[in-house]
């Protein structure tokens, strides 16, 4: 099969020609210096009887068969957070089930880990009026999670963010939420650029205010903090954080535009998790291959072979992560279509349709630089595929 292509340019259509490299794979039993997580994505059932702007149909097989893969190349999985499209397409009861069969399927992989969002996604907002709606809100799906064995990330509110009248309902919520918590959960500070429903969280506008508050309640309640992931897209708030964080408290990057230096790090300071970040991130989803080889090279103390697997990697994230960033779930989703993952490239609410022709295109001139198409041939039957939807022969 011929691998040149005509894609669309800015300046019409032109012939592209894959390079045909194929990623860098891990060792089996591949290790790290890191605690890595990616979050993963849900496949949807593209041929189930529903209305899909309106209610979730999920192909749990290949869902599940994608964590699967995630585990075998050594990555924790991150569980019902944005990238599987909490709350943007996928409601809390579609939510637990998915947490409740992640958590099975983990126990058929020795070391596989697994930490699921826990939010307050299931209350009717326009009904919540006070800080305790949300505070009852958070009991609930703690409960309904750590029933099922469940580990915790604390998902930033929506209803937070527009009940709260200052950084201290902030304090009293995740004072709370730490407290009746059973074992350490990750924080997750979801910006404003990934849902602006979230502008203005902890109570300020002001990042490097907003900072102090996370930072005081981390403070407060350490050993119930395994750790905060950040997703701000500014390296230097993150590092400004991390060097701040208690001892024991991991800086998990959550920034897809700057997370090869970040995890590698600065070495900066006497604690070593000062100094470096650890991973909970949705690109992982869709470069696995080379996040895995990569974060091995790293804990053999390969640091140039580390950058040269995971920098071209890069642009990739920053394209897919591009404004408007909360429509970046369609490029992890069609990454995982055009390495063989999932057969149909639907997504749960149609959210497909977020991105344009241009956008898919330089997507795939980029996986491919990247060294990211894990199956040349079909990759570019695929693309050719969509692009004739488009119109491109």
């Given amino acids: ?3 040149t292509i005509t894609l669309p340019t800015l300046q019409g259509t032109q012939a592209y ?3 045909g490299k194929q990623p860098v794979r891990p060792p089996a039993g591949v290790k790290f210096n890191r605690i890595a997580y990616s979050a993963a994505h849900v496949v949807a059932d593209p041929l189930a009887a529903h209305d899909p702007w309106i209610t979730s149909a999920i192909d749990w097989d290949s869902t599940i068969a994608y964590r699967q893969y995630l585990w075998s190349l050594g990555l924790g999985v991150a569980e019902a957070m944005d990238t599987a499209q909490r709350g943007m397409g996928m409601d809390w009861p579609t939510s637990l089930e998915l947490i409740r069969r992640s958590l099975d399927a983990a126990k058929d992989h020795p070391g596989a880990f697994v930490a699921s969002g826990c939010g307050t996604d299931h209350l009717d907002i326009d009904a919540v009026k006070t800080v305790d709606d949300v505070v009852r809100g958070y009991d609930e799906q703690m409960a309904a999670i750590e029933k099922l064995g469940g580990k915790l990330i604390i998902m930033a509110s929506r209803a937070l963010a527009r ?19 059973s074992q350490p959960v990750v924080l997750h500070w979801l910006g404003e650029m ?6 203005g969280y902890w109570g300020t506008q002001d990042v490097d205010v907003a900072m102090d508050t996370a930072l005081g309640v981390i403070a407060a309640n350490p050993s119930k903090v395994d750790g905060i992931k950040i997703s701000l897209l500014d390296k230097d708030k993150e590092v400004a954080m991390r060097r701040r964080l208690p001892a024991g408290v991991r800086m998990y990057t959550g920034d897809d535009f700057n997370y090869a230096e970040l995890i590698a790090g600065d070495g900066w300071g006497s604690n070593p998790l ?9 690109i ?9 080889a990569a974060l091995g090279e790293l804990a053999q103390g390969n640091m140039e072979r580390f950058h040269a697997i995971l920098g071209p990697t890069v642009p990739l994230s920053r394209h897919i992560f591009a404004a408007p ?15 063989g993952h999932q057969s149909h490239f639907s997504m749960v609410g149609g959210q497909q349709s977020t991105r344009s022709a241009q956008h898919f295109a330089e997507l795939f001139r980029l996986a491919d630089a990247a060294n990211l198409l894990e199956k040349p041939e079909l990759a570019i039957q695929r693309m050719r595929t969509l692009m004739a939807l488009y119109g491109v022969q």
Avoid: C
């Fill in 284 to 292: 992982f989803d869709a470069i696995a291959p080379a996040a895995s």
């Fill in 1 to 3: 099969m011929s691998l």
């Fill in 17 to 19: 020609t894959l390079s």
């Fill in 274 to 282: 000062h100094g470096k970040s650890d991973a909970l991130l949705g």
């Fill in 194 to 199: 990934f849902d602006p429903a979230l502008a």
């Fill in 163 to 181: 009940v709260a009248k200052s950084p201290a309902d902030y304090e009293r919520v995740y004072s709370h939420v730490l407290t009746q918590a």
């Fill in 325 to 339: 960033t909360r429509f970046y779930k369609t490029g992890v989703v069609f990454m995982a279509w055009l390495n």
